[in-house]
């Protein structure tokens, strides 16, 4: 999994605002896997002109404009994409927001107290990948987000949408408490559930 090359420098973002990554490593993973015609549909659909400032804080309607339209110009091939692009932001956000000695001490911990501080970090965090959603940690590998933004009713019946979220939680919690976990998003606002719910599951084969 390489860094992605427009990690956020940010630290608080103001209301209504969201990480650039959650624009700039879509794109980038569509680009890969999808070509650049694709990508210059997908921005057009979402009226974006340029890469997000990986420096400037990102409309949050402006990320969820991206998303949507990723779906609907790819409704067979988005799911790979957002995971794609899920995993790079995992790997950003902890190299931006967490230092080299929360890592270590992350990692070196029982996975019970890595897993609910890694969690606490996520909440202080939540604007990054989920603008103005309520982020919960149910139990030490159970996440829910209400009011989701990026939540839409672009799942399947086995499988609620948000693979973004989804492949960046599971890259963040195997990097920093278990490298056998899976993350699973469970319920889905945009399927009519309360919250997205994300559940981790040990892969033990």
Known sequence: MGRSPTASRLRNLPKGTVSPNAVSDVLTAARQRLGEDAVRLICTRAELRGTPDPDIPLDEAQAVR???????????????????????????????????????????????????????????????????ARFEMLRDLEIELWNNPFAAPHGTRDHPGCYWQEALFEGMFRDLVDPHLICREMTCVGQGDDACRFAFILNSG
């Open 66 to 132: 991206i998303h949507t339209a990723l779906r609907q110009a790819e409704p067979e091939r988005s799911a790979e994409v957002f995971r794609q692009a899920g995993f790079a932001s995992a790997e950003a956000f902890v190299e931006t927001y967490l230092s080299k000695k929360a890592q270590a001490m992350l990692s070196a911990a029982p996975w019970t107290m890595s897993a609910w501080l890694l969690g606490r970090w996520a909440r202080q965090h939540v604007r990054a990948f989920a603008g103005q």
